[in-house]
């Protein structure tokens, strides 16, 4: 393979790389809090993509930045109702009834983005369209370079956001353990639905940053399960591990897929998730830790 | 020896209805109807499958419609292309689903999370996709037609009517097998795995293997319910084959009743009705099944069978010492 | 008698905090022995290491002469050690007599088919277990109980729930953690001579407990443990004047008065 080849294939697998990664912290940060898999959140991701590509961009026309913070807040509260109608009353529930619920919630929102948005698929253009960076002879997208850059930026903020601020700091309280955080006097129900927020706001911006690489349609909640794939390669609840996991996976998928049919790209994501599970379920950088608790 | 009342009383609403199920062609008039009660039974019996795993020993298995699908395909594929006699290719079909659930199960039951509801999700999306995608052996999007009826003793169940008396006998046979499963030193250990897998390693269960059984039961049944789908439309497509129909069944066991066999079949038969008195609302019907499931979990979490209990349960208080707040909160529910 | 059990040099940290340090513990067959020490000593972490519930971060266990160091907990289970939870782990949706029953899956030999279609082995199979379940049952003090649901029980009953079905496993070492916690002075009296008679059926008991009239009463030996060392190790009567375990239970408080 060309080096130029090489070195595009490796700029676009790190960009969907970072998407997996926002989705893994999705989960990472619902798990962490209050300990079950929100089998909604792929489809998070597909209601972020509509209502970016269909609604802010394509019909109200408005720009990028707008539309993204626009479409952060409104996946933030709808994370927070999320939490009010299908974590809350099902406190003290087994996780695999709140889990069902989540998964019941899944399928009304793939089912709503098609009564809202239509059955056919959305494109939109994103703030560089298929614009293209030369260096040489290796060619980039632009868009690919973006996704990268806001993901950093991102991260970044995430950073400092749970080393300074109080309530990051309480977020990670929780998260480390909620029992003791309770013991504390911390209010745990108001952080754990800032947590779905926050976990419904990385779903948006990753919907966002989607949209114009894809045509948006409810098949995009595919990337639920890549996300979920991040996480169990870096190490399940393991917030870096997610990060890494993700690009990773991203890098992985470019260059299989490249090798193999690319028709059979969630099937080899799949199958990397199986491997992982048998020979190393604690992930790249998790540790065996209280496995049969 | 063991709560004698609540398995009669499970014996008894089995029996009324499959009673109802043997008299409900004569009371229907039309072909369409007696489709739809094919259709329930069918999926009555995967969802008895669905139980062992689900409902019995707790672990949340979503994709259901993999299983289907490939039992459906092998059916389908060793009649048609193989020319197999329907009961030959249905052992086929057994047998294949049967490894995948081995597949599939030994590596993620192994572990302790909930890492099941997630990997038969993508497992169930694969399938689709494979045999979507696999045209030279699937024959992709325009699926495999013109599968055979099954014959028995020289008797070829070529009408619905027929085939559906048929249906209604592997149907019972399946719901008196789990039934005696339930009720084995197995059925106990797969609700003590439910109830408590730390509790049960301490008492020298093996629940990796408890769960890998369990896990085998429903791929059986799911064969078998997959196999009789083709024979009866005789034609399968991979779009049947989604997530939202993996969601069906477990939906039909939730409202039904979680760990009861009847509880399944009765589930199985009132949502496979409503599903088609709810076509016309089209898109949003979906939308409408999945928020009444999430209103179900939250409000009757036992299901019809959970509620038909508690009603017996304050009409017999009289008679009874009642059971504690804790234990009755305790028996059963998603 | 030689040792049943054997813990050299077992060490156990979670995130860097030591739980157990470079602890020896030995525990000959028949014995009561019991395990004492202020709150935090490690105790129940001891109890989750020998039963494999998580692994040591060093060191050997030893069972019988035979290394079960890192072996999964339903096995060392089916080697012949069991255990009870200082916060119940009952089965929610088994009755009484089912969870002796189910304790005693691992140990029936009948296979799938012939316990789904009570073949006359299977029926057999089954009997045996109900009968020795009752005989259980009786001998902890719970007959005529078996059909209510376990969590029917009032609390005391089910420690003594938890305790029949740990001794249907058929153990040789048996491990209980707190199992007077929360009881009545007339249940712990009745424990203690359920503890006396356990013994007496050659099973090695461990017993993590705080009420110390009770261990002074049924152990044989003790072992007194503080953040994760082993301070001391003797009969009652010697752990009772022990200085050291004074110190380390009653602080400084005490040993001012005392002076």
Same mark, same amino acid.
């Given at each position: 393979?060309?080096?130029?080849?090489?070195?595009?294939?490796?700029?676009?697998?790190?960009?969907?790389?970072?998407?997996?990664?926002?989705?893994?912290?999705?989960?990472?940060?619902?798990?962490?809090?209050?300990?079950?898999?929100?089998?909604?959140?792929?489809?998070?991701?597909?209601?972020?993509?509509?209502?970016?590509?269909?609604?802010?961009?394509?019909?109200?026309?408005?720009?990028?930045?707008?539309?993204?913070?626009?479409?952060?807040?409104?996946?933030?509260?709808?994370?927070?109702?999320?939490?009010?109608?299908?974590?809350?009353?099902?406190?003290?529930?087994?996780?695999?009834?709140?889990?069902?619920?989540?998964?019941?919630?899944?399928?009304?929102?793939?089912?709503?983005?098609?009564?809202?948005?239509?059955?056919?698929?959305?494109?939109?253009?994103?703030?560089?369209?298929?614009?293209?960076?030369?260096?040489?002879?290796?060619?980039?997208?632009?868009?690919?370079?973006?996704?990268?850059?806001?993901?950093?930026?991102?991260?970044?903020?995430?950073?400092?956001?749970?080393?300074?601020?109080?309530?990051?700091?309480?977020?990670?309280?929780?998260?480390?353990?909620?029992?003791?955080?309770?013991?504390?006097?911390?209010?745990?129900?108001?952080?754990?639905?800032?947590?779905?927020?926050?976990?419904?706001?990385?779903?948006?911006?990753?919907?966002?940053?989607?949209?114009?690489?894809?045509?948006?349609?409810?098949?995009?909640?595919?990337?639920?399960?890549?996300?979920?794939?991040?996480?169990?390669?870096?190490?399940?609840?393991?917030?870096?591990?997610?990060?890494?996991?993700?690009?990773?996976?991203?890098?992985?998928?470019?260059?299989?897929?490249?090798?193999?049919?690319?028709?059979?790209?969630?099937?080899?994501?799949?199958?990397?998730?199986?491997?992982?599970?048998?020979?190393?379920?604690?992930?790249?950088?998790?540790?065996?830790?209280?496995?049969?608790? | 020896?063991?709560?004698?009342?609540?398995?009669?009383?499970?014996?008894? @609403?089995?029996?009324?209805? &499959?009673? =109802? /199920?043997?008299?409900? *062609?004569? $009371?229907?008039?039309?072909? +369409?109807? !007696?489709?739809?009660?094919?259709?329930?039974?069918?999926?009555?019996?995967?969802?008895?499958?669905?139980?062992?795993?689900?409902?019995?020993?707790?672990?949340?298995?979503?994709?259901?419609?993999?299983?289907?699908?490939?039992?459906?395909?092998?059916?389908?594929?060793?009649?048609?292309?193989?020319?197999?006699?329907?009961?030959?290719?249905?052992?086929?079909?057994? @047998?294949?689903?049967?490894? &995948?659930? =081995? /597949?599939?199960?030994? *590596?993620? $039951?192994?572990?302790?999370? +909930?890492? !099941?509801?997630?990997?038969?999700?993508?497992?169930?999306?694969?399938?689709?996709?494979?045999?979507?995608?696999?045209?030279?052996?699937?024959?992709?999007?325009?699926?495999?037609?013109?599968?055979?009826?099954?014959?028995?003793?020289?008797?070829?169940?070529?009408?619905?009517?027929?085939?559906?008396?048929?249906?209604?006998?592997?149907?019972?046979?399946?719901?008196? @097998?789990?039934?005696?499963?339930?009720?084995?030193?197995?059925?106990?250990?797969?609700?003590?795995?439910?109830?408590?897998? !730390?509790?049960?390693?301490?008492?020298?269960?093996?629940?990796?293997?408890?769960?890998?059984?369990?896990?085998?039961?429903?791929?059986?049944?799911?064969?078998?319910?997959?196999?009789?789908?083709?024979?009866?439309?005789?034609?399968?497509?991979?779009?049947?084959?989604?997530?939202?129909?993996?969601?069906?069944?477990?939906?039909?066991?939730?409202?039904?009743?979680?760990?009861?066999?009847?509880?399944?079949?009765?589930?199985?038969?009132?949502?496979?009705?409503?599903?088609?008195?709810?076509?016309?609302?089209?898109?949003?019907?979906?939308?409408?099944?999945?928020?009444?499931?999430?209103?179900?979990?939250?409000?009757?979490?036992?299901?019809?069978?959970?509620?038909?209990?508690?009603?017996?349960?304050?009409?017999?208080?009289?008679?009874?010492?009642?059971?504690?707040?804790?234990?009755?909160?305790?028996?059963?529910?998603? | 008698?030689?040792?049943?059990?054997?813990?050299?040099?077992?060490?156990?940290?979670?995130?860097?905090?030591?739980?157990?340090?470079?602890?020896?513990?030995?525990?000959?067959?028949?014995?009561?022995?019991?395990?004492?020490?202020?709150?935090?000593?490690?105790?129940?972490?001891?109890?989750?290491?020998?039963?494999?519930?998580?692994?040591?971060?060093?060191?050997?266990?030893?069972?019988?002469?035979?290394?079960?160091?890192?072996?999964?907990?339903?096995?060392?289970?089916?080697?012949?050690?069991?255990?009870?939870?200082?916060?119940?782990?009952?089965?929610?949706?088994?009755?009484?007599?089912?969870?002796?029953?189910?304790?005693?899956?691992?140990?029936?030999?009948?296979?799938?088919?012939?316990?789904?279609?009570?073949?006359?082995?299977?029926?057999?199979?089954?009997?045996?277990?109900?009968?020795?379940?009752?005989?259980?049952?009786?001998?902890?003090?719970?007959?005529?109980?078996?059909?209510?649901?376990?969590?029917?029980?009032?609390?005391?009953?089910?420690?003594?729930?938890?305790?029949?079905?740990?001794?249907?496993?058929?153990?040789?070492?048996?491990?209980?953690?707190?199992?007077?916690?929360?009881?009545?002075?007339?249940?712990?009296?009745?424990?203690?001579?359920?503890?006396?008679?356990?013994?007496?059926?050659?099973?090695?008991?461990?017993?993590?407990?705080?009420?110390?009239?009770?261990?002074?009463?049924?152990?044989?030996?003790?072992?007194?443990?503080?953040?994760?060392?082993?301070?001391?190790?003797?009969?009652?009567?010697?752990?009772?004047?022990?200085?050291?375990?004074?110190?380390?239970?009653?602080?400084?408080?005490?040993?001012?008065?005392?002076?």
């Amino acid at each position: 393979m060309a080096l130029s080849v090489l070195v595009q294939q490796l700029i676009s697998g790190l960009a969907m790389g970072c998407i997996y990664s926002l989705v893994a912290l999705g989960y990472t940060f619902i798990w962490n809090a209050v300990g079950i898999v929100n089998l909604a959140q792929g489809d998070f991701v597909t209601v972020a993509a509509f209502l970016y590509a269909a609604t802010f961009s394509n019909h109200l026309k408005w720009g990028f930045v707008p539309a993204l913070i626009a479409v952060m807040a409104v996946m933030a509260l709808f994370g927070m109702g999320t939490e009010r109608v299908v974590y809350h009353p099902l406190q003290g529930a087994h996780p695999r009834t709140v889990m069902l619920s989540t998964l019941a919630l899944g399928i009304l929102l793939s089912n709503m983005d098609i009564i809202l948005w239509g059955p056919y698929p959305v494109t939109t253009r994103g703030p560089f369209g298929q614009d293209i960076i030369r260096f040489g002879d290796v060619s980039i997208m632009q868009h690919h370079v973006f996704i990268i850059v806001v993901t950093l930026v991102l991260l970044f903020l995430q950073h400092l956001f749970f080393q300074k601020t109080t309530i990051g700091k309480v977020m990670r309280a929780v998260a480390q353990d909620r029992e003791a955080a309770t013991l504390m006097g911390i209010e745990t129900g108001q952080t754990i639905a800032v947590t779905f927020a926050y976990s419904s706001a990385l779903a948006g911006i990753a919907g966002v940053l989607l949209a114009p690489a894809f045509m948006v349609s409810v098949d995009l909640g595919s990337v639920g399960l890549k996300g979920f794939a991040s996480c169990v390669i870096g190490g399940f609840g393991h917030i870096t591990g997610a990060t890494f996991g993700g690009i990773l996976l991203g890098i992985a998928e470019v260059f299989v897929s490249s090798f193999l049919s690319s028709r059979y790209r969630d099937a080899i994501v799949f199958v990397i998730l199986v491997a992982f599970l048998l020979l190393r379920p604690q992930g790249v950088l998790g540790r065996k830790v209280g496995e049969s608790l | 020896m063991k709560d004698r009342g609540g398995a009669t009383r499970s014996l008894m @609403v089995l029996t009324v209805l &499959f009673c =109802l /199920l043997a008299i409900a *062609p004569s $009371l229907v008039k039309s072909s +369409y109807s !007696l489709f739809v009660l094919c259709l329930s039974v069918i999926n009555g019996i995967a969802v008895i499958g669905l139980n062992f795993i689900f409902g019995l020993t707790g672990q949340l298995h979503l994709g259901l419609s993999g299983f289907l699908g490939i039992g459906a395909y092998a059916l389908a594929l060793s009649t048609t292309r193989a020319g197999l006699d329907f009961w030959a290719a249905l052992v086929i079909s057994i @047998v294949t689903v049967s490894t &995948f659930s =081995l /597949l599939l199960g030994i *590596p993620t $039951l192994r572990l302790k999370r +909930y890492y !099941l509801a997630i990997m038969t999700i993508g497992f169930g999306e694969i399938t689709r996709s494979v045999l979507m995608n696999w045209s030279s052996f699937t024959g992709g999007v325009f699926g495999v037609q013109n599968i055979p009826r099954p014959s028995l003793l020289g008797f070829r169940f070529t009408s619905n009517l027929a085939y559906y008396y048929l249906l209604l006998c592997i149907a019972i046979l399946l719901s008196a @097998v789990a039934t005696r499963i339930e009720r084995s030193k197995y059925g106990r250990a797969f609700k003590a795995v439910r109830d408590d897998e !730390l509790a049960c390693e301490m008492v020298g269960m093996d629940s990796t293997e408890l769960k890998v059984l369990a896990f085998l039961c429903c791929g059986v049944y799911s064969a078998i319910a997959g196999s009789l789908y083709a024979s009866f439309q005789q034609y399968v497509s991979p779009e049947l084959y989604t997530l939202a129909y993996s969601f069906s069944f477990v939906s039909m066991l939730v409202v039904g009743g979680l760990g009861s066999v009847p509880g399944a079949m009765l589930g199985a038969i009132v949502l496979t009705v409503l599903m088609e008195l709810l076509r016309f609302l089209k898109q949003w019907y979906l939308v409408v099944y999945a928020a009444t499931i999430i209103l179900v979990i939250i409000y009757e979490p036992g299901g019809i069978i959970g509620f038909l209990n508690k009603l017996v349960e304050r009409i017999g208080r009289r008679r009874a010492p009642s059971l504690s707040k804790e234990a009755m909160q305790h028996g059963g529910g998603v | 008698m030689g040792p049943i059990l054997e813990i050299k040099g077992v060490s156990k940290s979670f995130e860097g905090v030591l739980a157990l340090n470079n602890l020896d513990v030995e525990v000959s067959e028949g014995e009561i022995r019991a395990i004492i020490g202020p709150n935090g000593s490690g105790k129940t972490t001891l109890i989750n290491v020998i039963t494999g519930v998580f692994p040591a971060t060093s060191g050997r266990i030893i069972f019988k002469g035979q290394d079960i160091t890192g072996l999964s907990p339903f096995r060392i289970a089916r080697k012949g050690i069991t255990r009870t939870f200082q916060n119940l782990r009952l089965f929610p949706s088994l009755t009484v007599l089912e969870h002796v029953l189910a304790a005693q899956h691992h140990r029936s030999r009948v296979g799938f088919w012939g316990s789904v279609f009570s073949t006359r082995s299977g029926r057999a199979e089954e009997e045996g277990m109900v009968s020795r379940a009752q005989e259980i049952l009786e001998f902890v003090g719970l007959k005529g109980r078996a059909d209510m649901p376990g969590l029917g029980l009032p609390y005391g009953q089910r420690r003594l729930l938890e305790i029949a079905r740990a001794l249907a496993t058929g153990p040789e070492l048996l491990l209980l953690d707190e199992p007077a916690a929360g009881l009545s002075s007339e249940e712990i009296q009745a424990l203690e001579r359920l503890l006396r008679e356990i013994r007496s059926r050659g099973i090695t008991v461990i017993l993590v407990e705080h009420r110390m009239m009770l261990v002074m009463n049924v152990a044989d030996r003790i072992t007194v443990l503080n953040y994760g060392e082993k301070i001391a190790e003797g009969k009652p009567a010697e752990i009772k004047n022990n200085p050291e375990v004074i110190q380390a239970y009653l602080g400084r408080a005490y040993a001012a008065a005392g002076s």
